[in-house]
Structures are given as structure tokens and as C-alpha cells.
């Protein structure tokens, strides 16, 4: 059989299930013949992946979408590095401080600087790529990923403010993956409005949900929990209509992270409960998310474990074990969880929330994977289940 034998409209089905991998088979369709070219020119670009800056800058330098403005995107993932550097302190040396050669110290920070120096151009170049994609093809985007793993503190800003400056009419799937920076990052200070239409959210960052302001005050009074800029993003995505479902992943924090994600989202502490709390002033200090139709979110949270990177200090980085969520107080989380759950009928007006275990840090496969897995459904339920599983005893 011919091709000019199979009914056009076939022909376009089977070119918009195929161009569904990131621009394999869109490439692959636009070198078999003209006539196929043709045809499949309006799905060659409706799902697009780029990992790293010479991927990125090479797409969009590429004849095809500079001749397609807008570009169709539909189904995006950005990642800021390739996937064999897919990690956040990939060629940082680890304990310069602790060299006791200093030939041997004065190398390593040599190799810091040198590193630093790479990363921060390379970010650079992330972000005004990121500007441009997104720039032409906002308006199509159904499903966006963006994965960061280089640790440049202002850059990573400078592309969320990227990533918000422009509203996503028909985004519905958003997943965020933020850099292990040094600082919190000063981008995320977004409007609901700028995603009218979004669902679902899977958010993960590389950073602590929480911190405690020190006291600079004279004469010197208790410290304070600050609001972070995650917490204020994740209160401004609560005030979005259609949202349905918050994945928080990778969760990790000093002291008392525990019992501060509990209060954050409104979860009653057991009566009989021996987990030790913190000071009364630090309590009154959590904030709180506020929801706009809680009745119909979901979410799911789920701890870092500590494994599958360095638990050491590395030059100019803070100590990961200071993130690390031990083993007892992921338990206190599991529990005041389960509370909730067991007594959902008394909280009618509150989202449910899941407790997914404690599980090493989400490599750049994981999150590839799921925007794949995601296009190969249009239910939002499906969708929904991917990022937040349903409890085992259900009703």
C-alpha cells in the first residue's frame, strides 16, 4: 500500500500519537520524504524536550522553528543541563575546607572557581533560551517541565522571573524542579492568574521549605521562622480555581521541619503524641496555606530519604545533612497524616493529604519519564494518579 492510499486524516492521527517523545519521531517523520514532511509539519513540534544549553540553543537556532512562529508546543521539557551532569554539584570538589595540604586545598579551590565560573555562563545561556522558547510558544503549552540543577543562585532567579513573565492560557500540568542554591531563590513570587487553567502541580526543590531568621536585634529576642519564597508560591498556586492536585517532592529541612509542615497544612497534631515540639513562639510562627476550593485538592507528600547524594560539606555549599528529615520525625509526618485521613469526615472543608514516603532525590530520568508518561493520557484523573496515588484502603 502506497501511502497516498491511507486517508489523510489517518495519516495526521497517527503523526499527532507518534510526536509524542520530545522531537524523536517529529525529526525522524521531517527526513522521510516531502510528501511526509508536509504532512507532519503541524505535530513535529508539539512535544519538545532539551536538556542542556547546546541542545537548547541549538533548537532554537534551528531553520524549522525560527520559520515557525509560534511555534505549536504543546508538551515542553527544559532541563539546564544534559543528562549525564544531571545533578546538582556535579564537578564541585567535596570538603575543601577540611584539605589539610594546602597545595591540595588551593586546588580544589581553583577547581571551585573554575566550575563556578562554567556553571554561571552556562545559566546565563539557560535562561535567555528559556525566554525565547517560551516566549514563542506560551499560548500552546499544555504540559511544561523544567528541571534545574545548576547552582547559581541570581540565575535561577533570573529565569523564574523568565518562566513568569508571561500568562499559560492552556497549561494544565506543571512540574518545577529548583537548584541546590545557596539562597532562596527571589523569582517565585508569581500571580495565580498567570495560570488560569492549571490542574495539576509537582513542585520539588533542592532547598528547605523553611528557615529561621537569626536575630539581629539589640537588645537580642527569640528568632523567627521567615516565609519563605517557596511557601509563598505554593499559597499563591492554592488561589488558582482549577487546581486539583500538589505534589511536593524531595522535601527536606533543619529542626523541626516536621512538626512546620504539619501546622503549614493545617494537620492536628495526635492527643497522645510523644514527639517532642518546638518552642510556643516558633509554633505561632508557622504560616499557613489557605486554599481556594480545598474540598477538591489533593496532596502528596514525599520525603528525601538522604540517599543518592553526598552527605558531606562541600566548598562553598551548605552541609547536606542539615536537610536530612531523620527517620523519627518522617514517622511524627506519616502519622499526623494518617490522623487526618482516619478523621477526614471531621474535616470536610480541608484537602486531602498523603503521606508517600521517604525515597532518594528524583534523578533527570524520573522526571523525564513522568512528562512522557503524562502525554500518553488526556484524563485528568490519570494524570492526577500519577502524582498522588490513591491510598491503599480508598473508600
Known amino acids: 500500500m502506497d501511502l497516498g492510499d491511507i486517508p489523510e486524516h489517518i495519516l495526521l492521527n497517527i503523526f499527532e500519537s507518534a510526536c509524542t517523545d520530545g522531537g524523536a519521531t517529529g525529526a525522524a517523520l521531517s527526513a522521510t520524504s516531502h510528501e511526509v514532511a508536509e504532512l507532519s509539519a503541524g505535530y513535529r513540534y508539539q512535544s519538545i524536550a532539551l536538556s542542556g544549553v547546546d541542545q537548547l540553543e541549538a533548537f532554537i537556532n534551528s531553520p524549522g522553528p525560527k520559520q515557525r512562529v509560534p511555534l505549536n508546543i504543546q508538551h515542553l521539557f527544559l532541563c539546564d543541563r544534559e543528562r549525564k551532569r544531571a545533578s546538582d554539584r556535579i564537578g564541585y570538589p ?35 533560551g528559556l525566554k525565547r522558547i ?15 540543577f545548576n547552582p547559581t543562585d541570581s540565575t535561577q532567579s533570573e529565569i523564574l522571573n523568565h518562566l513568569w513573565s508571561w500568562t499559560y492560557p492552556e497549561l494544565t500540568d506543571l512540574s518545577l524542579r529548583l537548584c541546590d542554591t545557596r539562597q532562596f531563590p527571589k523569582g517565585l513570587g508569581f500571580q495565580a492568574t498567570l495560570l488560569p487553567a492549571l490542574e ?8 528547605s521549605l523553611m528557615v529561621i531568621a537569626p536575630d539581629w536585634d539589640e537588645p537580642p529576642t527569640e528568632p523567627m521562622y521567615t516565609e519563605t519564597q517557596l511557601v509563598r508560591f505554593l499559597r499563591e498556586v492554592g488561589q488558582i480555581a482549577s487546581l486539583s492536585c500538589i505534589r511536593l517532592s524531595d522535601v527536606k529541612g533543619t529542626e523541626w521541619i516536621e512538626v512546620y509542615l504539619a501546622k503549614l497544612l493545617n494537620l492536628r497534631f495526635p492527643a497522645d503524641t510523644s514527639h ?7 509554633m505561632n510562627a508557622v504560616p499557613k496555606i489557605e486554599f481556594r476550593f480545598p474540598t ?9 530519604n538522604g540517599v ?23 514517622q511524627f509526618l506519616a502519622d499526623v497524616i494518617e490522623l487526618r485521613r482516619t478523621e477526614r469526615d471531621l474535616y470536610p472543608n480541608e484537602p486531602r493529604v498523603s503521606y ?18 503524562r502525554q500518553q493520557t488526556e484524563s485528568g484523573i490519570a494524570r492526577e494518579l500519577m502524582l498522588v496515588p490513591d491510598d491503599e484502603d480508598e473508600d
Open 308 to 330: 543518592g547524594r553526598a552527605i558531606r560539606e562541600s566548598y562553598g555549599f551548605l552541609p547536606l545533612k542539615l536537610r536530612k528529615i531523620a527517620v523519627e520525625k518522617r
Open 94 to 128: 567535596r570538603a575543601v575546607t577540611k584539605q589539610r595540604a594546602t597545595k591540595k586545598r588551593e586546588r580544589a579551590k581553583q577547581r571551585y572557581a573554575d566550575r563556578a565560573e562554567k556553571d554561571a555562563d552556562d545559566a546565563l545561556k539557560f535562561a535567555d
Open 296 to 304: 477538591k485538592l489533593r496532596i502528596g507528600l514525599q520525603i528525601w
Open 134 to 148: 517560551l516566549g514563542n510558544c506560551r499560548n500552546s503549552l499544555r504540559t511544561l517541565t523544567v528541571v534545574l
Open 200 to 207: 495539576r502541580l509537582h513542585f520539588a526543590s533542592a532547598t
Open 276 to 282: 517532642g515540639m518546638p518552642p510556643a513562639y516558633l
Open 356 to 373: 508517600l514516603g521517604a525515597v532518594k532525590e528524583r534523578s533527570y530520568d524520573v522526571w523525564m519519564n513522568e512528562w512522557l508518561e
